[in-house]
């Protein structure tokens, strides 16, 4: 089986080769690679990714601009049609500033950036990008990010935690995140925004491989479709 996947570049990304390498590790196949001014993306796309980093240097609101490219309304229709995808660190700002997931991430609490290792529980395995882990499962994943603070209105919270859509939560304070959250899903449960970043732990050489599940419940998931 190919995996036919596709990892976005914005002005400013520095996680993209990361993204990518971890995407042709897992699955076999490297991804195709995107620049953010395409108003077009790959036809036949199994999954998007946008990587981490500091997009346009993060003017504005992280994300904000990125969120404005030419490419993210191929993304959206992309999205809305059901293709898998991933928004890590600033590709999770990306998301909510475009729409895609709710909330917004703001500076973290302390005004600190915060980058180690830090413990996460699984809170939802029934999601195309969790299957491999289970619930309650803890696993360690870095995160490098200074605007990770995860807010939202108690509404959007309780509806979030009700419909299972929390999928990664911190095991402890990290940056402020209401209700510690990590991790959020969509209502359709096929766009996934996060903080840590699973593409640096999917192998011993990184210092764990805690990473690799999320990668392989999307090929799992393609796999059974």
Same mark, same amino acid.
């Given at each position: 089986?190919?995996?036919?996947?596709?990892?976005?570049?914005?002005?400013?990304?520095?996680?993209?080769?990361?993204?990518?390498?971890?995407?042709?590790?897992?699955?076999?196949?490297?991804?195709?690679?995107?620049?953010?001014?395409?108003? @077009?993306?790959?036809?036949? +796309?199994?999954?998007?990714?946008?990587?981490?980093?500091?997009?346009?240097?993060?003017?504005?609101?992280?994300?904000?601009?990125?969120?404005?490219?030419?490419?993210?309304?191929?993304?959206? $229709?992309?999205?809305?049609?059901?293709?898998?995808?991933?928004?890590?660190?600033?590709?999770?700002?990306? +998301?909510? @500033?475009?729409?895609?997931?709710?909330?917004?991430?703001?500076?973290?609490?302390?005004?600190?950036?915060?980058?180690?290792?830090?413990?996460?529980?699984?809170?939802?395995?029934?999601?195309? &990008?969790?299957?491999?882990?289970?619930?309650?499962?803890?696993?360690?994943?870095?995160?490098?990010?200074?605007?990770?603070?995860? &807010?939202?209105?108690?509404?959007?919270?309780?509806? +979030?935690?009700?419909?299972?859509?929390?999928? &990664?939560?911190?095991? $402890? @304070?990290?940056?402020?995140?209401?209700?510690?959250?990590?991790?959020?899903?969509?209502?359709?449960?096929?766009?996934?925004?996060?903080?840590?970043?699973?593409?640096?732990?999917? @192998?011993? $050489?990184?210092?764990?491989?805690?990473?690799?599940?999320?990668? $392989?419940?999307?090929?799992?998931?393609?796999?059974?479709?």
């Amino acid at each position: 089986m190919t995996f036919r996947s596709a990892v976005i570049t914005f002005p400013g990304s520095n996680c993209d080769r990361d993204m990518a390498d971890a995407l042709e590790k897992v699955s076999g196949s490297a991804p195709l690679r995107v620049w953010h001014g395409d108003a @077009e993306l790959p036809a036949n +796309l199994d999954f998007i990714a946008l990587p981490g980093g500091f997009s346009y240097g993060d003017y504005l609101r992280s994300g904000a601009m990125a969120a404005r490219s030419p490419v993210m309304r191929s993304v959206i $229709e992309a999205a809305n049609r059901g293709v898998p995808v991933l928004g890590v660190c600033n590709g999770f700002q990306v +998301l909510t @500033e475009s729409g895609l997931l709710p909330g917004a991430l703001m500076r973290n609490a302390g005004i600190t950036f915060v980058c180690r290792d830090v413990a996460l529980t699984v809170e939802n395995s029934q999601s195309l &990008f969790t299957s491999a882990y289970a619930q309650g499962q803890q696993i360690v994943i870095p995160v490098a990010h200074h605007d990770g603070n995860y &807010f939202a209105d108690a509404d959007t919270l309780d509806r +979030l935690e009700g419909e299972g859509r929390v999928a &990664f939560r911190y095991a $402890e @304070e990290v940056n402020g995140s209401a209700r510690r959250i990590a991790g959020v899903l969509n209502a359709a449960g096929n766009v996934l925004g996060m903080m840590p970043h699973p593409e640096r732990m999917i @192998e011993p $050489e990184q210092g764990g491989s805690d990473g690799r599940a999320l990668f $392989e419940s999307a090929l799992n998931a393609l796999a059974s479709a």
